[in-house]
């Protein structure tokens, strides 16, 4: 994969099933493609992937929220969790 003129070391996992965890509601699943960036221990998530998942990011507040929330709801963002 080419990112600004810079080869970055990619892998394609293939197709996998992912949901937001919160205690107060079930969510449901959503097909997305896995891809494994070389020296990353974070995940990124694409636009589409956090519009199907029903997410509005508030970057100033530092929370999210699901788009059928009452208004003024904001949730805390989860604790990063790496691997390596």
Known sequence: ?????????TRELGYIEVRVLVPDRETRWVRAKAVCIEGEYEAFLSRELI?????ILDYRRG???FTDDPEGVYR?????????
């Open 76 to 84: 805390d963002e989860a604790e990063p969790q790496y691997w390596q």
């Open 63 to 65: 929370k999210r929220r």
């Open 1 to 9: 994969m080419a990112c600004g003129g810079v080869h970055i070391a």
């Open 51 to 55: 519009g199907q998942l029903g997410l």
